[in-house]
T-cell receptor, first 111, second 112 residues
Framework: SQQGEEDPQALSIQEGENATMNCSYKTSINNLQWYRQNSGRGLVHLILIRSNEREKHSGRLRVTLDTSKKSSSLLITASRAADTASYFCATDQQGAQKLVFGQGTRLTINP | DTGVSQNPRHKITKRGQNVTFRCDPISEHNRLYWYRQTLGQGPEFLTYFQNEAQLEKSRLLSDRFSAERPKGSFSTLEIQRTEQGDSAMYLC??????????FGSGTRLTVV
C-alpha cells in the first residue's frame, strides 16, 4: 500500500503562475523525495529533503518539510508548459530500505 | 553509462506465457529496485537488491514473480504464467547509498 497522500490529485494553472502540491505521510522518515514523470516515461528525481531539514531550494523548486505534521509541499515558481507532468512524493521510511510513493499530482500548465 | 537502461520498452504477451525483463543500472550504484506502476497510480515497490543480495520482497511479488541480480550488476525480473492483472509499467531504479533514485524508462507489459 502507498503511504503518501498527495493533494490535489490534479492541478491546472496558467503559464507563469506558481504551482503548489502537498504530500502527507504516516510514519517516521529518513528523508522525503519528489519526482516528476512525463506521460509514459520513467520518473526523474527532483529534490531530496532530509528529516532534519525544513526547507530546500533547487532552481524554481522549493520544498518544505514539517515532520510534526508529517507533511511536505513542493512549490514550482514561474511555471512553464514543460512543467506539465505528474509529480510524486516518496518517503524513505525509518527501518525500511525502499521508497514509498504517493499517488501523485497531475499538473497541467496552460500556455 | 549515463543512466538506467531497461529492455524491452514494450512487451505484449498472451496470458499464460512467461516474460523476462532486464535492467542495467548505473554501474557504481549498489542498490537496485523494481517497482510496478499502473495507470494513474504511483509506483509500488516489488523488490530490492543490495549488490547481488535480494534483501526485501513485497507481498505483491507472488510466487509467479522472480528477480535476480547475478554478480551485483544487471537484474532480471521474470513473470511466469502471466495474467491480465500483470499488465503494468515495470520500473527499475538504482541508487548509491542514501540518495535519490535514478529510474529507467520502464518496460510496459500488456497481457492479452
Amino acid at each position: 500500500s502507498q503511504q503518501g497522500e498527495e493533494d490535489p490529485q490534479a492541478l491546472s494553472i496558467q503559464e507563469g503562475e506558481n504551482a503548489t502540491m502537498n504530500c502527507s505521510y504516516k510514519t517516521s522518515i529518513n528523508n522525503l523525495q519528489w519526482y516528476r514523470q512525463n506521460s509514459g516515461r520513467g520518473l526523474v528525481h527532483l529534490i531530496l529533503i532530509r528529516s532534519n531539514e525544513r526547507e530546500k531550494h533547487s532552481g524554481r523548486l522549493r520544498v518544505t518539510l514539517d515532520t510534526s505534521k508529517k507533511s511536505s509541499s513542493l512549490l514550482i515558481t514561474a511555471s512553464r508548459a514543460a512543467d506539465t507532468a505528474s509529480y510524486f512524493c516518496a518517503t524513505d521510511q525509518q527501518g525500511a530500505q525502499k521508497l514509498v510513493f504517493g499517488q501523485g499530482t497531475r499538473l497541467t500548465i496552460n500556455p | 553509462d549515463t543512466g538506467v537502461s531497461q529492455n524491452p520498452r514494450h512487451k505484449i504477451t498472451k496470458r499464460g506465457q512467461n516474460v523476462t525483463f532486464r535492467c542495467d543500472p548505473i554501474s557504481e550504484h549498489n542498490r537496485l529496485y523494481w517497482y510496478r506502476q499502473t495507470l494513474g497510480q504511483g509506483p509500488e515497490f516489488l523488490t530490492y537488491f543490495q549488490n547481488e543480495a535480494q534483501l526485501e520482497k513485497s507481498r505483491l511479488l507472488s510466487d509467479r514473480f522472480s528477480a535476480e541480480r547475478p554478480k551485483g550488476s544487471f537484474s532480471t525480473l521474470e513473470i511466469q504464467r502471466t495474467e491480465q492483472g500483470d499488465s503494468a509499467m515495470y520500473l527499475c531504479a538504482s541508487s548509491p547509498t542514501d540518495y535519490g533514485y535514478t529510474f529507467g524508462s520502464g518496460t510496459r507489459l500488456t497481457v492479452v
